[in-house]
């Protein structure tokens, strides 16, 4: 009994010790803040497609309504991309929308997909097949799936797939300075939207 | 006195410290917002605090060593996983969570009766496996009283599982005590991907009827809700003579779940769920009046509800928080006793990325148990009420020691429960990627399995030996009882493990694991000293078993699966399963019991599973299943086959023909433990089910 009472006494006070020691961890949480280093290039990367990417509206040009940046699914940039809301775009404001699901999305220039599953991807992108969006993804194979632009991931360096045929048939050109820089990759047989 | 009131002062103390450890998260959410300002002047690397300044080739230029996401990947982590996906659910045939666990590689999924199951991991099966822990969206479905699941009162809308998580080995440094052999995670969707309605219906040979309605709805911008309500009606089975037996089984379940995203920081989830069911059996009780037995139809009543609500707070991509508390309360009440237990849970965790090479997690939380068990001649609690508290916390440290090639991951749960103290439970496990082809990882860790309460203070009475009879020559009835032990101990394991992943293509994958299990202080009944108990009448000799912790032993084995996509119409999935249990009773150890538990778990299993799409609209699955022979309990070994075949005449309606158990008109798998409520056989079966979406 009494080495049940000792073993007791002991263990309340590694639980609390052990607390201490994660309270104490806390302070260094600011710190871990600003190692979100993946989503703040990849926001950066996603301000500059939409720098070297021309929307086929004419009119758009040149007015006030801002351009739309979305980010469907679960969002992984957090306050990074809000950060980007400052920028513009020729002149434009940039505006960033979250969507929780692609039935939600509404006026949309780029738009950023979250999840990685390869059906309900599918199934997202023929959706809004008959819009004017540059498609953005992270999945494997995003780019294959019939997305238009993928990130990948090479020696622990973001770089970027493009599908020509998809953002073509969208409308979409993109600048040739942004092709030389990407791995161009075609739709995978049976992944085409159209 | 004195030391009591010290143990209520640690108690509010540790409250204390609980409430700090609350508001820290938040008061150190402001410091950031303050130091933000500051941290931006001093970057650690040599590129702008605003990366769009930055041209795309630069961008390209920079590196990054910890991948947030990527970490995420279960494929990816130390340990054996298994994910059963929403699509494997549907394509699988089964309806309910123990049919589609046969699927699983290392997990021994039986059949008692049409209502109760003997599920565990890596081996010590039984109705009440004690030594698997199961969580449905972080609530724990464990019985404090029993240790194990009653499956029969376990269920969700089936389509709305998003899916279901095994790690097979001790998950304790996580997950905390009881997750010795392995941890499933049930998961169901968000309600933002169940937005319409849904109805189901099917009729059977075996699964007589069965329905379920789901809407789902936005209701703002920013919150879903859904709602729905199923229920199901399973015929009896069949006794190993052909003959109907009385274990038929319905249960009524409705339910909700809300997610609500309050800013781009918070979200909110609430979700609850309550169930009514009957459960048949024929029990067989020992009696202390002549004929000193009575055999009879016994109906369970099964019923229960929960409510949850989880927040989940970001500070950063790299930072988040989630604080969640359940409500849950279940009643089973069968003739023998009616048990009803109320559970409160508290769970706190936080992640974030630590000098760009940790991955922290850490957390804690605080269960308190409440429970009232109205006992009988044959099972008696005393005390019929209780309540305990345990408190927990853990932590556990991904660290990356070479970008995509070394990570290693040390962590461990600190325990605190009202039967054996502290418990602690460390875990170290490694993971080398050598290429994206190849990953090998290997672990070490400790895990323990507490006390339930029933091992505590229960006497037990299974058998009457009647006077006059050999063995009890006197005039008393002798009455054979287990019997509770407050010294009992924690059931403890020092696991090994080894893994190898390897994927040659994109559409073919191999994955292997390895366990070695040392395991100490495992359940034995002792012998104990008789002794004559005159109330209440009649009068009757005792011969107590005590419950006590005189077993020790290794299992070993491991578990192979392929997953190969040969074509993008077929897909293959096969499983192999190997189990070796050498336990051994300590030196002095009178124990009848235990050492049978080697042979209830079977030595081989194989699973063959193979999807393929006909044409655009028909879907024809087969699924084969072998299992071994369970010496023990006289089981043989059985070949099995499942097929359905699912036809979609438009995309929103599926209309299902499925054939469960095809090759044999009913085989048994497994015994009743601890209770003799009969054995019946699984039946060969059909169903015809029609889902349709709006």
Redesign the interface.
């Known amino acids: 009994m009494k080495i049940?009472?000792t073993?007791?006494m002991?263990?309340?006070n590694?639980?609390?010790v052990?607390?201490?020691?994660?309270?104490l961890?806390?302070?260094?949480?600011?710190?871990?803040?600003?190692?979100?280093?993946?989503?703040?290039?990849k926001?950066?990367?996603l301000?500059?497609f939409a720098k070297?990417v021309e929307w086929p509206n004419p009119d758009d040009k040149g007015s006030s309504a801002p351009f739309v940046i979305g980010v469907l699914g679960d969002?992984?940039?957090?306050?990074?991309l809000?950060?980007?809301e400052q920028?513009t775009i020729n002149g434009r404001r940039i505006s960033i929308k979250?969507f929780?699901?692609i039935?939600?999305v509404s006026v949309c220039h780029l738009l950023f997909f979250s999840f990685e599953e390869p059906?309900k991807m599918k199934k997202a992108l023929r959706k809004i097949s008959n819009q004017t969006i540059l498609t953005v993804g992270?999945a494997e194979g995003f780019a294959q799936t019939g997305g238009m632009i993928g990130f990948v991931?090479k020696e622990?360096?973001?770089?970027f797939e493009i599908n020509r045929a998809a953002a073509a048939s969208a409308g979409l050109t993109i600048s040739s300075?942004?092709l030389k820089?990407a791995v161009i990759v075609e739709a995978e047989?049976?992944n085409a939207l159209q | 006195m004195g030391?009591r009131n010290t143990?209520r002062i640690?108690h509010y103390?540790?409250l204390l410290?609980?409430a700090?450890?609350f508001l820290?998260?938040i008061h150190?959410f402001c410091?950031?917002q303050l130091?933000?300002s500051e941290?931006k002047q001093d970057?650690?690397?040599n590129f702008p605090a605003?990366?769009?300044e930055?041209?795309?080739?630069d961008?390209?230029?920079?590196?990054?060593?910890?991948?947030?996401?990527?970490a995420q990947k279960l494929s990816n982590t130390a340990a054996a996983v298994f994910v059963i996906t929403q699509?494997d659910i549907r394509r699988s045939g089964a309806v309910n969570i123990p049919e589609l666990l046969r699927m699983v590689p290392g997990l021994q999924v039986a059949r008692i009766d049409a209502n109760k199951w003997a599920i565990s991991s890596r081996g010590f099966n039984g109705r009440f496996a004690n030594k698997l822990l199961v969580l449905m969206d972080g609530r724990s479905l464990y019985s404090p009283i029993f240790s194990g699941v009653l499956w029969d009162a376990q269920d969700t809308l089936i389509e709305d599982i998003d899916r279901i998580e095994i790690i097979r080995g001790p998950g304790a440094s996580t997950w905390g005590a009881n997750a010795v052999n392995g941890v499933i995670n049930i998961i169901t969707k968000k309600a933002?991907?169940t937005?319409g309605g849904l109805v189901s219906a099917g009729v059977g040979t075996e699964e007589k009827s069965f329905g379920s309605i789901r809407y789902g709805m936005?209701v703002s911008?920013?919150a879903?809700v859904r709602m729905y309500a199923k229920y199901a009606d399973r015929d009896e089975a069949v006794y190993a003579s052909g003959e109907d037996a009385s274990d038929d089984w319905n249960l009524s379940q409705g339910g909700f779940r809300t997610d609500w995203?309050i800013s781009?920081?918070n979200a909110l989830t609430v979700q609850g769920d309550i169930f009514n069911g009957d459960s048949g059996q024929e029990i067989t009780l020992a009696a202390l009046d002549p004929p000193y037995s009575k055999t009879f139809d016994d109906q369970v009543g099964i019923y229960g509800g929960n409510l949850l609500t989880r927040w989940m707070h970001?500070?950063?991509?790299?930072?988040a928080m989630t604080t969640s508390v359940y409500y849950d309360r279940a009643v089973h009440n069968e003739f023998v006793a009616r048990l009803t237990v109320e559970t409160m849970d508290l769970d706190f965790q936080?992640q974030?990325?630590?000098?760009?090479r940790h991955e922290?997690v850490?957390g804690?939380g605080y269960r308190l148990v409440r429970d009232r068990l109205e006992s009988s001649f044959n099972v008696a609690f005393d005390p019929e009420k209780e309540h305990t508290d345990i408190?927990?916390?853990f932590?556990q440290d991904d660290i990356i020691i070479s970008?995509?090639q070394w990570r290693l991951t040390l962590g461990s749960k600190?325990?605190?429960n009202d039967y054996t103290?502290?418990?602690?439970q460390p875990t170290a496990r490694i993971l080398w990627t050598p290429n994206p082809t190849n990953s090998i990882w290997g672990s070490v860790s400790r895990a323990v399995r507490t006390p339930a309460r029933a091992e505590r203070n229960t006497r037990f009475s299974n058998a009457v030996i009647p006077p006059g009879q050999p063995g009890n020559p006197g005039t008393l009835p002798m009455v054979v009882s287990a019997t509770g032990n407050e010294g009992f101990d924690s059931e403890e394991l020092l696991a090994f493990e080894l893994g190898y992943r390897l994927e040659p293509l994109d559409k073919l994958s191999f994955d292997t694991a390895v366990f070695y299990n040392l395991y100490d202080n495992l359940r034995t009944a002792e012998t104990g000293t008789a002794y004559t108990e005159p109330q209440p009448i009649p009068d009757r000799i005792i011969i107590p078993f005590y419950v006590d912790n005189k077993m020790n032993g290794k299992t070993y084995g491991f578990e192979f699966m392929a997953n190969w996509r040969p074509l993008?119409w077929w897909r293959f999935q096969t499983s192999y399963s190997y189990l070796k249990m050498d336990l051994e009773l300590d030196s002095g150890s009178t124990s009848f019991a235990g050492l049978s538990t080697e042979d209830e778990s079977p030595c081989h299993q194989v699973s063959l599973r193979s999807s393929t799409d006909l044409t655009k609209n028909l879907e024809l699955d087969i699924w084969a299943r072998f299992v071994d022979r369970l010496p023990a309990q006289d089981v043989d070994r059985y070949v099995t086959m499942d097929a359905r075949l699912g036809w979609h005449p438009i995309q929103k309606l599926e209309i299902s023909l499925v054939g469960r158990n095809l090759l044999e008109n009913h085989h048994p798998e497994f015994k009743p433990e601890h209770l003799d409520t009969a054995s019946t056989e699984v039946e060969r079966s059909a169903y015809v089910k029609v889902t349709w979406s709006f």
């Open positions: 049940q009472k073993i007791s002991i263990s309340r590694i639980t609390t052990c607390l201490l020691v994660c309270l961890l806390f302070p260094h949480e600011t710190a871990g803040a600003q190692d979100n280093l993946e989503y703040r290039i926001a950066a990367f301000y500059n070297f969002d992984p940039f957090g306050p990074e809000d950060a980007i920028k979250r929780g699901t039935d939600d059906e992270e991931e622990n360096k973001i770089r300075k942004l820089l047989e049976g | 030391t143990g640690n103390f540790l410290i609980w700090a450890a820290f998260p150190s410091l950031t130091q933000a941290q970057e650690p690397n605003d990366l769009t930055l041209s795309i080739e961008l390209m230029d920079i590196e990054v060593t910890t991948f947030s996401r990527k699509e933002a991907n937005r936005n911008e920013d879903d995203r781009n920081k970001t500070y950063s991509a790299t930072s936080h974030f990325i630590f000098a760009n922290i850490w804690g408190f927990s916390a932590i970008p995509n600190f325990e605190h103290g502290a418990e602690i993008q």
